[in-house]
């Protein structure tokens, strides 16, 4: 756990439940990585991971014990998770990679460096909020909370501003054993889909839950939809905006 002093009793905490879509193996994996963030009041938790066994309900197919997106079969399955969120008081961050854009990382570092981009918005909201951040990972191969720790509280970052004192602690566990990270993968997973098939469809099913998107005097982009690195074409990228702007 971080030390954050006696001020940071004052502050409110808030649950961030980080999930992943993607490979990031450069020009072996898929062309997009995206790193998903949500975030909501710590008071709010289990209420609303009720509404993920009230999803599981709804669903038109056969009950899964866990939320996962992949599973999900149909439109009006997929639109009806995505409408839910909509309601729910949550705050949502995406950082979007192009893999094909990336030129002089090698793919194993691919995961650390462009997190950075996503604890530095956190730190952000939860000094907007005067909050503290409860971190809960959903587990990867290699990767160990005291190398994430560690490069969270690196102070030579060069592209980021992560305060570090605005994280609590950090868990990395399996996404199985939390209903909001099979959330998480759902609101991850719905815009991995939306820029692999490139379609209306699959637009409109993601746009659903655009209002939820961290975004400062209306930008999104810098926020809660960022595309990185800044020179990627990302046609995909662009298409979706244009349709979220409509």
């Known amino acids: 756990m971080i030390s954050v002093g006696k001020q940071a009793l004052k502050q409110k905490e808030y649950n961030v439940y980080i999930d992943e879509s993607g490979d ?5 994996g898929s062309k997009y990585f995206i790193l998903t963030a949500l975030i909501l009041n710590k008071d709010k938790d289990l209420k609303i991971s009720k509404e993920v066994d009230n999803i599981k309900e709804n669903l038109e197919m056969k009950k899964e014990r866990q939320l996962h997106w992949v599973d999900i079969k149909g439109y009006p399955n997929k639109g009806m ?8 008081d949550v705050k949502i ?14 793919s194993k570092d691919i995961y650390f460096f ?12 939860m000094k907007e909020r005067n909050g503290l951040a409860n971190i809960i990972i959903s587990s ?7 190398k994430l720790l560690e490069y969270i ?5 060069e592209k980021f501003t992560i305060d570090s004192n605005k994280i609590n602690y950090i868990k ?7 209903k909001l990270l099979q959330l998480t993968d759902s609101c991850c997973s719905s815009l991995y889909q939306a820029l692999d098939k490139n379609n209306r469809n699959y637009f409109e099913i993601f746009s659903l839950i655009k209002d939820k998107l961290y975004s400062k005097k209306k930008n999104t982009v810098s926020y809660g939809l960022k595309l990185v690195p800044n020179s990627a074409e990302a046609a995909e990228y662009y298409n979706l905006l244009k349709y979220l702007d409509k």
């Open 114 to 125: 462009f997190s950075g981009y996503l604890y530095e918005r956190i730190c952000w909201l």
């Open 81 to 88: 998770i995505m409408s839910t969120v909509s309601k729910l």
């Open 93 to 106: 961050i995406n950082i979007v990679v192009d893999t094909t854009s990336i030129k002089f990382l090698p």
């Open 172 to 178: 990395i566990i399996p996404n199985g054993d939390k």
């Open 140 to 146: 990867r191969s290699n990767l160990s909370k005291e």
């Open 24 to 28: 990031e193996g450069i020009n072996k």
């Open 153 to 157: 509280k690196d102070k030579n970052h």
